[in-house]
């Protein structure tokens, strides 16, 4: 097998000896031996490796073919016979409004995230970083939200929402506001993004600490040397501070997007897609599908489309990512 | 710096974007102390005439907390537990020993760190099923370690790739096997990363929510997030025990991490960066 360079694909540092692994034989049953290897080195690799690959394979390798599996036959629950189908689920999968519609909730969803999530924890970050004596203090109690499980949020926020008891509309109304109140969660126009304010409620805080980290690796002079210059606060912000920033907003940009993919808790604890499936996305889809419906083929497609999405915004982002550190 | 001066102002400022902030917080410690007629009033401005501390008792009670919070934390001893035992010995291969397969092994495990959970879910509870592992607490314990693994074990390799060779070339010398390598050399200079590997799989397995709510039917084996969902839905018209109830769900985190707030912080920030 000949070892061909993975371009985009760089997450992590790349390999030590990448080119010493390049060209070398396949790896056969028991750790058989290519010529620039120790064996006794490939013994202990592999049994160093071998609790987790074992896992890994039986509960994360083993299902993610299983899904292909599942999206080419037709099965009517768990535990049932199956029968090959060819591409009917890929093309029922197709066929469905509601896949549509799934699909544009999660793009919107993803976009509300980052916008609100990885908005707030920027501008957190850029307000708090100067401060000195009150910085702990502040980045501790902005970030006591993103310690909640997302489902106790969904919880939290569903009675925050109540039209009647809820936080927000009693204390608009006490507030001689009443005009605003909503049924912010029955209103389908409304619906996703009242519930993707309680996801970025949550999710801000880990934002705000990855910002703040990556604010305090500017160089510190280029704000001497601005100052000298006689910069403005303005300006140092956009020529200094944002631009330094660049690298570490790419990372929270995909970080926010793969977080509002996975997107699920709050939508199912909150709305559980309603009302009229205004606030479905593709990952409560797949759980009504195969955990309800019991359509283990189009759920399996579906599956399939979700790590698509994933895997695409990944690459994109470690592309970006790899030219930004050049 | 001359930014000192400009402390007070700006603190000044956050004030009220933090009350905001913790609003939701606020509001619910307030309203679960209220009685029912009181949270009927919707005044969230009203202080409660008594502190009803009863409303804790029944919801611990009848929501049965003493055993969702004696569940979630079995499950985050055993998840933080095989995580290390599995991500730590992993790491360092990866990271320090040559063998055949290295290469294509580190892809596989960036595939899992790619591939949603919820896109690999059926034949996941299949495989659960098979192995009689539904609705116990052990299948929820290997599902969540195998989806943590890919994480924990770039974490540990991004850390173990740090360290110099010449200390393993030295103890390697001195006729020190890789295990020995790993335990006795490695592993007491290695507190940052385990630290961020343990507060990280710790904190995601006690908020776990999607696969406890697939794998865990009974509500003798639910953890605390999926027992607090299931208590809410049930008793949704009895707002002050929804309310103690979600106190009691979210209050002993915030605790803890207010006190070792800066190992979390340390911790979750380069987990976050190396994973």
């Given at each position: 097998m000949i070892n061909r360079?993975?371009?985009?694909?760089?997450?992590?540092?790349?390999?030590?000896n990448r080119s010493a692994i390049a060209k070398t034989a396949t790896v056969e049953a028991g750790g058989s031996?290519?010529?620039?290897?120790?064996s006794h080195d490939t013994g202990s690799a592999l049994w160093l490796m071998a609790p987790a690959l074992v896992l890994y394979a039986i509960f994360s390798l083993l299902p993610i073919a299983a899904t292909f599996w599942l999206s080419f036959n037709s099965s009517a629950g768990f535990n049932t016979a199956s029968s090959f189908v060819g591409l009917d689920n890929y093309a029922a999968t197709a066929a469905d409004p509601i896949v549509w519609q799934s699909l544009w909730h999660t793009l919107l969803w993803l976009i509300y995230h980052v916008v609100l999530a990885g908005g707030l924890g920027l501008a957190l970050a850029l307000a708090i970083?100067?401060?000195?004596?009150t910085q702990v203090f502040f980045r501790t109690a902005f970030f006591l939200?993103?310690?909640?499980?997302l489902a106790v949020v969904g919880v939290i926020w569903a009675n925050i929402y109540?039209?009647?008891?809820?936080?927000l509309n009693t204390a608009l109304t006490e507030l001689?506001?009443?005009?605003?109140?909503?049924?912010w969660l029955s209103d389908p126009a409304l619906v996703l993004f009242s519930v993707n304010v309680a996801s970025s409620w949550q999710g801000f805080g880990l934002y705000m600490l990855l910002f703040i980290a990556g604010l305090q690796n500017i160089d510190h002079s280029l704000y001497d040397a601005a100052e000298v210059d006689g910069a403005s606060a303005w300006q140092k912000l956009v020529y200094v501070t944002l631009p330094g920033l660049r690298e570490v907003t790419t990372f929270v940009v995909s970080l926010a997007m793969i977080n509002g993919l996975k997107g699920f808790a709050t939508v199912f604890v909150m709305t559980?897609?309603?009302?009229?499936?205004?606030?479905?996305?593709i990952t409560t889809y797949i759980y009504r599908l195969a955990f309800?419906?019991?359509?283990?083929g189009r759920a399996a497609v579906l599956c399939i489309l979700l790590s698509l999405l994933a895997i695409a915004i990944t690459l994109v982002f470690n592309r970006w990512r790899a030219r930004l550190s050049k | 710096m001359s930014t000192r001066h400009r402390e007070w102002p700006v603190a000044l400022g956050l004030a009220p974007v933090m009350l905001l902030i913790l609003a939701p917080f606020a509001w619910l410690i307030v309203s679960s102390l209220k009685t029912e007629a009181e949270i009927g009033?919707?005044?969230?401005y009203a202080w409660p005439?008594?502190?009803?501390w009863r409303n804790y008792q029944d919801a611990w009670q009848i929501g049965g907390f003493g055993e969702l919070v004696g569940n979630s934390l079995l499950n985050l001893a055993g998840v933080v537990l095989l995580t290390l035992l599995t991500c730590a010995p992993a790491g360092y291969a990866l990271a320090k020993i040559r063998f055949p397969g290295r290469e294509w092994l580190f892809y596989t495990f960036i595939l899992g760190l790619t591939i949603p959970v919820q896109a690999i879910v059926i034949p996941l509870y299949q495989v659960l099923f098979g192995l009689n592992l539904v609705n116990t607490l052990s299948g929820i314990v290997l599902a969540q370690v195998s989806s943590g693994i890919p994480f924990g074990i770039f974490l540990m390799r991004s850390f173990f790739i740090s360290v110099p060779d010449e200390l393993i070339e030295a103890a390697k010398i001195d006729g020190a096997s890789h295990l020995q390598i790993l335990t006795k050399v490695l592993l007491p200079i290695s507190t940052p990363a385990i630290q961020a590997l343990v507060i990280i799989s710790a904190l995601s397995t006690w908020n776990d929510f999607f696969l406890p709510l697939i794998v865990?039917?009974?509500?003798?084996?639910?953890?605390l997030p999926l027992g607090l969902v299931r208590f809410a839905s049930t008793y949704a018209s009895e707002y002050r025990l929804v309310f103690s109830g979600t106190v009691i769900s979210f209050l002993p985190v915030i605790i803890l991490y207010i006190l070792m707030q800066r190992r979390f912080t340390e911790g979750l920030t380069q987990g976050a960066i190396k994973g």
């Open positions: 360079e993975t371009p985009g694909s760089s997450t992590v540092a790349p390999l030590g031996v290519a010529r620039r290897f120790d970083s100067r401060l000195k004596v939200p993103h310690l909640v499980s109540d039209p009647f008891y809820g936080l001689g506001l009443g005009a605003f109140t909503q049924g559980n897609g309603g009302p009229f499936y205004q606030s479905e996305l309800q419906s019991q359509d283990h | 009033q919707a005044d969230p005439a008594d502190l009803m865990l039917i009974s509500p003798e084996v639910q953890t």
